[in-house]
Structure formats: structure tokens, C-alpha cells
């Protein structure tokens, strides 16, 4: 009797972990945006203040300027990292 619970509570146990390894699939949905990026934001902590909301033309200025500037490692003077 023993034995026999033995193997049963083992083979529940297996099949558990079997149960446990399995994957639900997968979708890939991307992401989802409600406006273009240029259209800006509501708050004011995250809007520059050298475009206005809407300007797709001045949207790319100030991400070009904010690129060369800031991220670019040959133009910046050595000793300066933030």
C-alpha cells in the first residue's frame, strides 16, 4: 500500500512538472502608438522648450542637435562625461 502511494504522489509529481514546463505561445504584436511622436505631450517636464508641439520640421532639429551634442562622443571635449 505504501509503495504504491509512493509511485502514485511520484507520478503526480512528475506530471506536474511537466505541466509547469510547458509555453503558451506567442504573439508579437509591436508597439502601438496613438499620435506621432512629433505631436508632443501634455506635461511640461517632458516637452523642450526649443520646439512647439506639432512642428514635425522642429521635432527633427531638436532630436538631430540633441543627438550631435549630447550622445556624440567625437565632438564632445575629453573630460566632460557626465
Excluded: F, V
Excluded at 511520484?10 to 506621432?36: I, V
Excluded at 506635461?43 to 556624440?72: F, K, S, V
Amino acid at each position: 500500500m505504501r509503495r504504491t502511494l509512493a509511485i502514485l504522489s511520484m507520478t503526480a509529481a512528475a506530471a506536474w512538472l511537466l505541466a509547469a514546463c510547458g509555453e503558451r505561445p506567442q504573439t508579437a504584436s509591436g508597439s502601438k502608438a496613438d499620435a506621432a511622436p512629433y505631436t508632443g505631450t501634455t506635461a511640461p517636464a517632458y516637452a523642450a522648450a526649443q520646439w512647439p508641439a506639432g512642428d514635425r520640421n522642429a521635432w527633427a532639429q531638436q532630436l538631430r542637435a540633441r543627438t550631435q551634442y549630447g550622445q556624440n562622443e567625437y565632438s564632445r571635449p575629453s573630460g566632460t562625461h557626465p
